[in-house]
């Protein structure tokens, strides 16, 4: 078996940190001209993403949103993300369940390398070696955008490929193949992956008669070059509403919630514009645990690290005495938990009921309960992932882990 670990080392170089747990998360795939580029050891310019749900394209576009990602642009096809000095493409025409489905859309087999992420292992077409050794070009007839291809053999012969007359005729009847009856069909054949904008190039609309003559009078200053689809207008546009991105382009609505008398999205963010289409409203709960830090003896007996005569009771439930509260952390706010450093520290995690808990801040903030079962010191390898945790479970139940009806899904307090 061929090893490839200095592949690997190199693609994920060039990735930036704060993307690779939602890459890896929603099992993205990293297909096409950046594999290329890897095993024919030229510069990477950019990296296309392609998902195998629509729920991973919109888990991982809202995963970016407050990392310092920036999206520039986007279209019916792709999403184009600035991610400090390489721009990545999520790949938004379709959605790919398996490699194979990838492959079958990619125009030539020297293209048809992936990365599976969540995987770590290359995939490859069994062309994609010898025919990029060979600089060979190779066409598949079964791909989704064949005009595109055209302009594509030029930009693989600038960099020392060739290609047969065969294939060019391959090519050809593909294109002839097609079946094209209005502007938005040609808009969609010859759209840019790059957030090029059709609607400036293409200049009528299906409200007029479909003519070839007058898509070719649009044409006719269509530049040719590999740098035209990438549309420099938009370079220092960042788009900032994510969840209208994400709404357009996967029709999914991003999930917010009510707290207080304030809407927040999953990242704790105040919502404004909340009663927009693109949000899908709900009412927050909250989890069924809760988190603090105390003090452990040798022991092996917990106590309060503010008041130093309270214990902790592993297996009883905890009641303040006449004189305190209970104060805890949800499970959001461990990382910024008081006592965290303190000497003999240790995490404890208590169950709590919903009717037990008197008032909260916020999902990071401090707690107030009127009583709680201590059920376990969380070991420390737990802690990080613990806390590392969004507003939103992914399942159909809410976060007490009650199960949701449809009613309740789809229900609004408006």
Same mark, same amino acid.
């Given at each position: 078996?061929?090893?490839?670990?200095?592949?690997?080392?190199?693609?994920?170089?060039?990735?930036?940190?704060?993307?690779?747990?939602?890459?890896?998360?929603?099992?993205?795939?990293?297909?096409?001209?950046?594999?290329?580029?890897?095993?024919?050891?030229?510069?990477?310019?950019? =990296?296309?993403?392609?998902?195998?749900?629509?729920?991973?394209?919109?888990?991982?576009?809202?995963?970016?949103?407050?990392?310092?990602?920036?999206?520039?642009?986007?279209?019916?096809?792709?999403?184009?993300? *600035?991610?400090? !000095?390489?721009? #990545?493409?999520?790949?938004?025409?379709?959605?790919? /369940?398996?490699?194979?489905?990838?492959?079958?859309?990619?125009?030539?087999?020297?293209?048809?390398?992936?990365?599976?992420? *969540?995987?770590?292992?290359?995939?490859?077409?069994?062309?994609?070696?010898?025919?990029?050794?060979?600089?060979?070009?190779?066409?598949? /007839?079964?791909?989704?955008? /064949?005009?595109?291809?055209?302009?594509?053999?030029?930009?693989?012969?600038?960099? $020392?490929?060739?290609?047969?007359?065969?294939?060019?005729?391959?090519?050809?009847?593909?294109?002839?193949?097609?079946?094209?009856?209005?502007?938005?069909?040609?808009?969609?054949?010859?759209?840019?992956?790059?957030?090029?904008?059709?609607?400036?190039?293409? !200049?009528?609309?299906?409200?007029?008669?479909?003519?070839?003559?007058?898509?070719?009078?649009?044409?006719?200053?269509?530049?040719?070059?590999?740098?035209?689809?990438?549309?420099?207008?938009?370079?220092?546009?960042?788009?900032? @509403?994510?969840?209208?991105?994400?709404?357009?382009?996967?029709?999914?609505?991003?999930?917010?919630?009510?707290?207080?008398?304030?809407?927040?999205?999953?990242?704790?963010?105040?919502?404004?514009?909340?009663?927009?289409?693109?949000?899908?409203?709900?009412?927050?709960?909250?989890?069924? *645990?809760?988190?603090?830090? =105390?003090? !452990?003896?040798?022991? $092996?007996?917990?106590?309060?690290?503010?008041?130093?005569?309270?214990?902790?009771?592993?297996?009883?439930?905890?009641?303040?005495?006449?004189? $305190? @509260?209970?104060?805890?952390?949800?499970?959001?706010?461990?990382?910024?938990?008081?006592?965290?450093?303190?000497?003999?520290?240790?995490?404890?995690?208590?169950? =709590?009921?919903?009717?037990?808990?008197?008032?909260?801040?916020? /999902?990071?903030?401090?707690?107030? =309960?009127?009583?709680?079962? #201590?059920?376990?010191?969380?070991?420390?390898?737990?802690?990080?992932?613990?806390?590392?945790?969004?507003?939103?479970? !992914?399942?159909?139940?809410?976060?007490?882990?009650?199960?949701?009806?449809?009613?309740?899904?789809?229900?609004?307090?408006?």
């Amino acid at each position: 078996m061929e090893n490839f670990d200095f592949e690997k080392r190199k693609l994920w170089s060039i990735i930036p940190p704060v993307m690779e747990e939602s890459l890896i998360d929603n099992d993205v795939i990293i297909a096409g001209g950046a594999i290329t580029s890897l095993f024919t050891n030229r510069e990477i310019n950019d =990296v296309d993403l392609y998902f195998r749900t629509w729920e991973n394209l919109a888990d991982f576009l809202y995963s970016l949103e407050g990392t310092g990602n920036i999206i520039l642009s986007y279209t019916d096809k792709a999403v184009l993300i *600035k991610s400090e !000095k390489i721009l #990545f493409q999520a790949v938004c025409f379709d959605i790919f /369940p398996a490699i194979e489905d990838i492959f079958n859309k990619f125009d030539f087999t020297v293209c048809m390398g992936a990365y599976s992420v *969540k995987e770590s292992e290359f995939y490859f077409h069994p062309d994609f070696l010898k025919d990029n050794s060979q600089r060979n070009i190779r066409f598949n /007839p079964g791909t989704a955008f /064949p005009l595109m291809s055209l302009l594509r053999v030029d930009k693989y012969k600038n960099k $020392g490929y060739g290609i047969s007359k065969t294939e060019v005729l391959r090519i050809a009847l593909t294109c002839m193949n097609l079946k094209i009856n209005s502007y938005d069909e040609v808009k969609e054949q010859i759209g840019g992956m790059y957030g090029l904008n059709i609607d400036n190039i293409i !200049k009528h609309d299906n409200s007029e008669e479909f003519s070839i003559k007058n898509v070719l009078n649009d044409l006719q200053n269509l530049h040719v070059d590999d740098g035209y689809f990438i549309n420099n207008d938009l370079a220092q546009t960042e788009i900032s @509403n994510f969840a209208k991105v994400v709404y357009d382009v996967t029709g999914i609505k991003q999930k917010i919630f009510k707290w207080g008398l304030s809407y927040y999205d999953l990242s704790g963010h105040i919502v404004r514009d909340f009663k927009n289409e693109m949000y899908d409203v709900g009412e927050l709960f909250v989890t069924d *645990k809760v988190y603090k830090y =105390v003090r !452990k003896n040798e022991d $092996g007996r917990y106590f309060s690290h503010y008041k130093n005569s309270f214990e902790y009771r592993l297996g009883e439930t905890i009641i303040p005495d006449s004189h $305190g @509260n209970l104060y805890f952390v949800f499970q959001y706010g461990i990382n910024g938990c008081q006592y965290s450093n303190s000497t003999n520290s240790v995490l404890i995690e208590c169950d =709590v009921e919903k009717g037990d808990i008197i008032t909260f801040s916020s /999902p990071y903030g401090t707690v107030n =309960v009127s009583k709680c079962k #201590f059920i376990r010191e969380v070991p420390k390898e737990e802690i990080e992932e613990l806390g590392d945790y969004r507003l939103v479970d !992914k399942s159909p139940v809410n976060l007490f882990g009650e199960q949701v009806s449809d009613e309740e899904k789809n229900e609004s307090p408006f």
